[in-house]
């Protein structure tokens, strides 16, 4: 009996002296150089979308990177628009079935969508607020 007792408090603090595995998962990624809709992904909540964009600066550019629901067409909002080479992180807490349209002149971008656990989206905090952050 007391061998037992010993190897479960044994246990439980090797248990919670482990190391926390991410379960950050990659489910899609897509990347490019003009205007296009994406393949359509399925995602469960939390997950993220990581983007980066980048372009001659000598020339005129743009890149407008939105969300659609890909059952209804519907509009789900603007992940990013924006003329200059930057990157971004955008998280969202609805499960679905979507994809990106890509309207970019001169522009290269990447897009990475990320599975998350709820543990590593309560880590997340937003430089502001959106109607996308839902």
Not at 3 to 26: K, S, Y
Not at 61 to 68: E, Q, W, Y
Not at 75 to 94: H, M, P, S
Request: proline letters at 3%.
């Amino acid at each position: 009996m007391f061998n037992r007792f010993n190897r479960a408090i044994i246990l439980a603090l090797l248990c919670g002296l482990a190391p926390v595995a991410h379960a950050e998962r990659l489910i899609r990624e897509f990347s490019g150089n003009g205007t296009t809709n994406t393949a359509e992904f399925d995602v469960e909540a939390p997950w993220i979308v990581d983007w980066y964009v980048t372009g001659e600066l000598s020339r005129v550019v743009a890149v407008d990177i939105s969300l659609f629901d890909a059952g209804t067409g519907a509009y789900e909002g603007k992940i990013v628009q924006t003329k200059t080479a930057g990157d971004g992180v955008r998280l969202f807490k609805k499960a679905g079935r979507y994809y990106f349209r890509v309207d970019a002149t001169m522009m290269d971008w990447r897009l990475k969508v990320i599975q998350l656990t709820p543990e590593e989206a309560e880590q997340y905090t937003p430089k502001s607020k959106s109607l996308l952050d839902r």
